[in-house]
């Protein structure tokens, strides 16, 4: 679970004869990720696409168009078929004949209403004028320009200007200037006003009436336009299922017919390498031997170790068997001397095998599958490289427990549940997949720690029922119970201890691929650092922390039902400062030896020794984020059904009313009387207030106590030993989803 699928490297070499049949076997087959060849070798040149290639390309190019214009989407898919050659021949050319007459048409419609809309908005101006279209051109002796402007404005400026006679009409900032004077001399003297030129539309007459008759030209081709989709819509219905297939048999076609670009080859024999599953070699060898035969050779020639170099932990020497010709897949491949520097070099696994490049293997996460949905989340930040520990399960035992403790309600519990089986049930998106059954587990110890805690939508009732009014714990929110903030304070911090500490533990075991020195000194310096300083605050020496993290004096751990009687780990102070007075604890030793280990193994680090320190107290939000939570359900409650106080605790006026509590305590432990007690009017506001400040409570459960938990996680703990940037398992295969072979 910690580490991804053992992978080893692969090699298929055989004739070129039998190459097709090869390529053929392996794809169905659907294990092996193919390394792409370098061109390093002396001899062997990348392989040319197979034929027909070009021509498969082509269609599945023009069929991808035909779905571009049609929008065929997956749910016009309908049952899977069987798609021969002579149907994709003979059914697109008469598909893709009638999709571009209607896709040209619709096209020449669009342009002739995007015209016509043109027009229409150019006319408003001109209707609001009032003036026929026919009298704003075609004078002689008059120069006629209108635009939108302030008409005192343009009367001034043309008054001071030497144009003679002239008259304005205007109407809503719309100005018609008529003028005894040249075009370009009227034009001259508005450039000092307000004034943007309008030009005058084709057509004669009213321009009302002109706009009525574009408007009913523009309802005609909308008309049109919607005849047009109507076809396309129904060519889509009949040929969506075709296409899809058409689209998937070309793909897999294409995708066979460029394999031998990634094989090494000869003029008689080709090289095929890639990484598969190790536990899953026998299974291909097998099945490719029974279907190729003996035209191909199969080995094993590495398998892959969990290191970040991803060195080979075993290999097998490659016979290439089966060339002619002198070809030089007759013998094993022996690895060239480079003629120089510049000269690429192969990469030889341990042993002198050689294989066509240093890629890494690539990555197959191997959780459980209820862990899987966390695998996403993972992937926000990169993918496990294959030398790496993968962090998902650290993430699935940590994550939902931090989310189930922040919120910790069997109300929002249950519904955080529904919401998640709902994205994992309803969806077919992966992500969304993932995310609700992230969604559930966090459901599920939201609605554990509200059992534990005995609260349904922030009432205290559960705790009745279940607990008999005495449930195991409680938030801190009430007086009486404060002392369980502190101690979820302490807690919190002892979690962040904890969970930091395994990140580096993590990092020590993947350092110890490069000695045990440079794991001593990289991660555990941070442990001792870690342990050292939490250990000096913990002891309480020289007052280094509140007392009550460590007093059970101070009621965290002392109080019911934790009376666990801790007091804190011995100060073993072992001298006193001189010139301070305060005594040096033996945890400030390991503290220091770590700093001093860290310093070895790279100086610069140093200068974030205080990580140790403020990484774990960022998990105080843990805390936070609990009573943030707890205080805006109890507001909610309050404001609707009202409480008093009695002895340091609240109590909901569910059953009686606010005068009860006032004769039995009274008037001064009335907290707020509630809504519902106060008539009608009063309830109806306050059921508004309780569903939506419930439902306000639920969404920013998500968007604090999920983003904070999620926070920790990325930040805090990832940062301590991963990087990430591992490869997909990309094999070469195809799922059909819409053709079928049968």
Same mark, same amino acid.
């Given at each position: 679970m910690l580490r991804?699928?053992?992978?080893?490297?692969?090699s298929v070499t055989g004739s070129k004869r039998a190459m097709e049949q090869t390529i053929e076997a392996v794809h169905d087959l659907d294990m092996l990720h193919v390394t792409e060849y370098d061109g390093s070798w002396d001899g062997f040149e990348p392989g040319n696409s197979l034929t027909g290639t070009n021509e498969v390309s082509d269609k599945l190019v023009t069929v991808r168009s035909l779905q571009s214009i049609l929008d065929v989407s997956e749910e016009d898919a309908g049952p899977t078929r069987v798609v021969t050659d002579e149907a994709i021949e003979e059914q697109l050319d008469e598909v893709r004949t009638a999709v571009n007459e209607l896709d040209d048409r619709r096209d020449d419609v669009r342009d002739e209403l995007r015209a016509v809309e043109d027009q229409i908005n150019t006319m408003a101006p001109f209707v609001a004028l009032g003036i026929d279209l026919d009298l704003l051109r075609g004078y002689d002796s008059l120069s006629v320009v209108v635009g939108e402007g302030d008409s005192d404005e343009i009367e001034a400026v043309l008054t001071e200007s030497d144009i003679g006679t002239f008259e304005l009409f205007t109407e809503d900032s719309v100005v018609?200037?008529?003028a005894q004077a040249d075009e370009d001399a009227l034009q001259d003297a508005l450039v000092g006003a307000t004034f943007s030129r309008l030009e005058v539309p084709e057509g004669d007459g009213n321009p009302t009436s002109y706009l009525e008759e574009l408007e009913h030209e523009k309802q005609q081709l909308e008309s049109k336009l919607s005849t047009v989709e109507d076809e396309l819509n129904e060519l889509r219905l009949d040929h969506a299922g075709f296409l899809l297939a058409a689209e998937e048999k070309l793909a897999i076609e294409a995708q066979k017919g460029e394999a031998?670009?990634?094989?090494?080859?000869?003029? @008689?024999?080709?090289?095929?390498? +890639?990484?598969?599953? @190790?536990?899953?070699?026998?299974?291909?060898?097998?099945?490719l031997s029974s279907t190729v035969g003996d035209a191909v050779d199969i080995d094993r020639i590495e398998i892959?170790?969990?290191n970040s170099e991803g060195h080979a932990e075993s290999h097998e020497e490659v016979e290439r068997e089966g060339g002619n010709g002198g070809e030089p897949v007759g013998s094993s491949v022996d690895a060239p001397e480079p003629e120089s520097e510049s000269q690429p070099q192969e990469t030889v696994a341990d042993g002198g095998v050689i294989t066509m490049g240093d890629d890494a293997p690539p990555v197959i996460q191997d959780n459980p599958s209820g862990v899987r949905p966390f695998e996403d989340l993972v992937e926000v930040v990169n993918r496990p490289k294959y030398g790496e520990f993968d962090p998902t399960v650290a993430f699935f035992l940590t994550f939902p427990a931090f989310f189930g403790f922040m919120i910790g309600d069997l109300g929002y519990g249950l519904l955080y549940l529904a919401l998640g089986y709902g994205l994992y049930s309803k969806v077919d998106s992966d992500v969304l997949k993932s995310l609700g059954g992230v969604g559930m587990w966090a459901g599920g110890f939201t609605a554990l720690f509200g059992v534990l805690y005995g609260e349904f939508f922030g009432l205290h009732q559960l705790g009745e029922i279940v607990w008999g009014g005495s449930p195991p714990m409680h938030k801190g $929110?009430?007086?009486?119970y404060s002392g369980y903030a502190l101690a979820w304070l302490t807690m919190s911090l002892l979690a962040g201890t904890v969970? $930091?500490?395994?990140?580096?533990i993590f990092d020590f075991v993947e350092n110890l691929n490069h000695g045990l020195w440079d794991a001593i000194t990289e991660s555990g310096s941070w442990l001792l650092m870690l342990f050292g300083l939490w250990a000096w605050v913990f002891s309480g020496a020289n007052g280094a922390a509140p007392d009550f993290l460590y007093t059970a004096e101070a009621g965290v751990f002392a109080g019911n039902p934790y009376a666990w009687g801790f007091t804190g780990l011995p100060a073993i102070n072992l001298f006193t400062i001189p010139g301070l007075g305060a005594p040096f604890s033996a945890w400030l030793i390991l503290f220091f030896a770590g700093l001093v280990l860290l310093a070895l193994a790279d100086p610069i680090e140093v200068v974030e020794f205080l990580n140790v320190? &403020? @990484? &774990? $107290?960022?998990?105080?939000r843990l805390a936070a984020v609990l009573l943030a939570k707890a205080g805006m359900a109890f507001v909610v409650n309050l404001l609707f059904f009202g409480a008093y106080s009695h002895h340091g605790e609240f109590h909901f006026l569910i059953g009686h009313g606010p005068e009860w509590a006032v004769?039995?305590?009274?008037?001064?432990?009335?907290?707020?009387?509630? $809504?519902?007690?106060? +008539?009608?009017? +009063?309830a109806l506001v306050g059921v508004l207030i309780l569903v939506i400040g419930h439902l306000l409570v639920l969404v920013l459960g998500i968007t604090s106590a999920g983003l904070q938990g999620v926070r920790l996680e990325y930040v805090e703990f990832f940062g301590k030993f991963f990087e990430g940037g591992g490869k997909r398992y990309n094999p070469f295969g195809y799922e059909r989803n819409y053709t079928t072979e049968d």
């Open positions: 991804p699928e053992k992978m080893c490297r692969v018609a200037v008529f031998p670009l990634t094989f090494a080859t000869t003029e @008689n024999a080709f090289i095929a390498e +890639g990484w598969i599953p @190790n536990e899953r070699y026998e299974a291909f060898e097998r099945a892959a170790e969990y $929110l009430q007086p009486t969970h $930091l500490a395994a990140g580096w320190l &403020v @990484n &774990v $107290l960022s998990y105080t004769a039995e305590y009274g008037a001064e432990a009335i907290m707020f009387p509630g $809504l519902v007690h106060s +008539g009608i009017a +009063g």
